[in-house]
């Protein structure tokens, strides 16, 4: 899809606030500086529409993104950042969670992982508990500029081992750098926001 209109609609931090047009949603998690708000501006073809988080793990709302009117991008604040007290991490869990297992127009959710490294417990945690879940989910391997092309592959590999992903999970590799995996992560976008 070729963006040309987003509109940050609503920063959610109670149900009673999301979108009531029953547009299909398109939810982004992973871990703070993984890549999601550059991930985000790529698709949309903006250079700062989504933050960029200078304060990691500071987020505590879901982020509507209304994309060409058609869909929503849902930015969900990232995981696994220690700092944050405890009661705010329960906190965080239980609005996601009642988010991810309860919202009817959730058409499936993009899951960044770092694809420099192997995927960290937080991570590992992620992708279990959304399969468990049955949602339907795409493995983003960020940052893929920083790794050969020639090691791509086994990168990949580590991923979807080090996940328990099996065959047919769903995995690509992006660079926002050089933008390589868009059209590959707009058409899985695509596929389960109106197929
Ligand atoms: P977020 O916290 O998940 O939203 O992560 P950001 O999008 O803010 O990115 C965190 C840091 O990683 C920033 O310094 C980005 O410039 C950098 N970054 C994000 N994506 C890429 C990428 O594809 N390639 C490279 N080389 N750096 C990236």
């Given at each position: 899809?070729?963006?040309?209109?987003?509109?940050?609609?609503?920063?959610?931090?109670?149900?009673?606030?999301?979108?009531?047009?029953?547009?299909?949603?398109?939810?982004?998690?992973?871990?703070?500086?993984?890549?999601?708000?550059?991930?985000?501006?790529?698709?949309?073809?903006?250079?700062?529409?989504?933050?960029?988080?200078?304060?990691?793990?500071?987020?505590?709302?879901?982020?509507?993104?209304?994309?060409?009117?058609?869909?929503?991008?849902?930015?969900?604040?990232?995981?696994?950042?220690a700092k944050a007290?405890?009661?705010?991490?329960?906190?965080?869990?239980?609005?996601?969670?009642?988010?991810?297992?309860?919202?009817?127009?959730?058409?499936?959710?993009?899951?960044?992982?770092?694809?420099?490294?192997?995927?960290?417990?937080?991570?590992?945690?992620?992708?279990?508990?959304?399969?468990?879940?049955?949602i339907p989910t795409l493995?983003?391997?960020?940052?893929?500029?920083?790794?050969?092309?020639?090691?791509?592959?086994?990168?990949?590999?580590?991923?979807?081992?080090?996940?328990?992903?099996?065959?047919?999970?769903?995995?690509?590799?992006?660079?926002?750098?050089?933008?390589?995996?868009?059209?590959?992560?707009?058409?899985?976008?695509?596929?389960?926001?109106?197929?």
């Open positions: 899809m070729e963006v040309h209109n987003v509109e940050l609609v609503m920063s959610a931090v109670d149900p009673k606030q999301y979108p009531t047009t029953g547009q299909p949603e398109i939810a982004l998690v992973g871990r703070s500086n993984v890549g999601k708000s550059s991930l985000t501006n790529v698709l949309i073809n903006r250079n700062s529409y989504a933050r960029t988080s200078s304060q990691p793990g500071k987020t505590q709302t879901l982020n509507f993104y209304h994309v060409e009117d058609a869909l929503y991008f849902v930015d969900v604040p990232g995981y696994g950042y007290a405890k009661s705010e991490r329960a906190k965080w869990g239980q609005m996601i969670e009642t988010y991810l297992t309860s919202r009817d127009t959730l058409r499936g959710v993009i899951s960044l992982v770092d694809g420099r490294h192997a995927p960290t417990a937080d991570d590992q945690q992620m992708y279990t508990w959304l399969s468990y879940y049955e493995v983003v391997a960020t940052k893929m500029d920083k790794i050969a092309g020639a090691k791509w592959n086994k990168q990949l590999s580590l991923v979807r081992k080090t996940l328990s992903m099996g065959h047919d999970g769903d995995l690509l590799a992006f660079s926002a750098q050089t933008k390589a995996g868009k059209d590959e992560v707009w058409q899985w976008i695509e596929q389960h926001a109106f197929g």
